[in-house]
């Protein structure tokens, strides 16, 4: 894997685990007691864990082009890496 397609997995990995960490799962599952309670540690968690696989990655991004620039360029790597090829585009395609 190229460094910038790994770059493009923890960002896509950590982005993915910080959003599940907002889905309440303790309410959709009707849990109460220390069942809620273990949940939604496990959500915290799992958000942090998602933090931690994204942040060095943003960071280094935000040294690279600036802050003005990181969010269009991050957006790249979630999209499409340099590393991952598109297919041909062939001219008329209906």
């Not at 997995?9 to 910080?18: E, V």
């Not at 790249?76 to 585009?89: I, M, N, S, T, V």
């Amino acid at each position: 894997m190229t460094g910038e397609a790994a770059a493009a997995f923890r960002i896509r990995a950590g982005l993915g685990l910080w959003l599940a960490s907002w889905v309440p799962f303790a309410v959709i599952l009707r849990l109460n007691g220390w069942a809620f309670v273990a949940v939604i540690v496990a959500e915290i968690i799992l958000g942090l864990v998602g933090l931690v696989l994204a942040g060095p990655v943003v960071a280094d991004q935000v040294k690279h082009v600036g802050w003005r620039r990181a969010l269009p360029v991050i957006g790249r790597l979630l999209r499409r890496p340099k590393g991952e090829q598109q297919p041909p585009r062939s001219g008329n395609q209906l």
